[in-house]
T-cell receptor
Framework: RKEVEQDPGPFNVPEGATVAFNCTYS??????FFWYRQDCRKEPKLLMS???SGNEDGRFTAQLNRASQYISLLIRDSKLSDSATYLC?????????FGTGTSLTVIP | GAGVSQSPSNKVTEKGKDVELRCDPI?????LYWYRQSLGQGLEFLIY????????KSGLPSDRFSAERTGGSVSTLTIQRTQQEDSAVYLC???????????FGSGTRLTVV
């Protein structure tokens, strides 16, 4: 089993829609969790950290479920500029593990 | 510097030649990672440096790949006798604290012809 697994998508949603991605991780001792965004032919950039209590940044909400070992990212009121690949990242034993990414395309 | 700097940004090399890729992490960041990403694929972990500890080389795909980090700062990834399957974007990232995630450089796009 991979350390971090994501549904690769692609997700194609209309502008204004709400979309959610999930990511599961294998090691219950994982310590830190993040969502990164990667645009085509660009490097990944940190979108937001994921805290145990859940956290929100504008239209983006991240949640952590330790019991079920998954993290989620919710995007409300999708914009065309949200089109990208979203990578979940989990820190386990001093190493960062990436999911393979979920592709999102927001359609006008 | 303000961010992670990688050079060169693009490198075209002939099959069989050696190449060196450089990464300048954010000043003070103790952890440094190398990844590679082939077109349309996910990130593949290569090697991890943390402070003065022995590096985690478990991701290096073959003995043609090596990396060093001098003085706990700049890192060089060396690929000997390059093959066409080595063509990819090589990304370097650095971090200070596990809780903060890490910052990527813009990568070196390597093309082996």
């Amino acid at each position: 089993r991979k350390e971090v697994e994501q549904d690769p998508g692609p997700f194609n949603v209309p502008e204004g829609a709400t979309v959610a991605f999930n990511c599961t991780y294998s090691n219950s001792a994982s310590q830190s969790f993040f969502w990164y965004r990667q645009d085509c032919r660009k490097e990944p950039k940190l979108l937001m950290s994921v805290y145990s209590s859940g956290n929100e940044d504008g239209r983006f909400t991240a949640q952590l479920n330790r019991a079920s070992q998954y993290i989620s990212l919710l995007i409300r009121d999708s914009k065309l500029s949200d089109s990208a690949t979203y990578l979940c990242v989990v820190n386990m034993i001093n190493q960062f593990y990436f999911g393979t990414g979920t592709s999102l395309t927001v359609i006008p | 510097g303000a961010g992670v700097s990688q050079s060169p940004s693009n490198k075209v090399t002939e099959k069989g030649k050696d190449v060196e890729l450089r990464c300048d992490p954010i000043s003070g960041h103790t952890a440094l990672y190398w990844y590679r990403q082939s077109l349309g694929q996910g990130l593949e972990f290569l090697i991890y440096f943390q402070g003065n500890s022995a590096p985690d080389k478990s991701g290096l795909p073959s003995d043609r790949f090596s990396a060093e980090r001098t003085g706990g700062s700049v890192s060089t990834l060396t690929i000997q006798r390059t093959q066409q399957e080595d063509s990819a974007v090589y990304l370097c990232a650095s971090s200070l604290l596990r809780s903060e995630g890490y910052t990527f450089g813009s990568g070196t796009r390597l093309t082996v012809v």
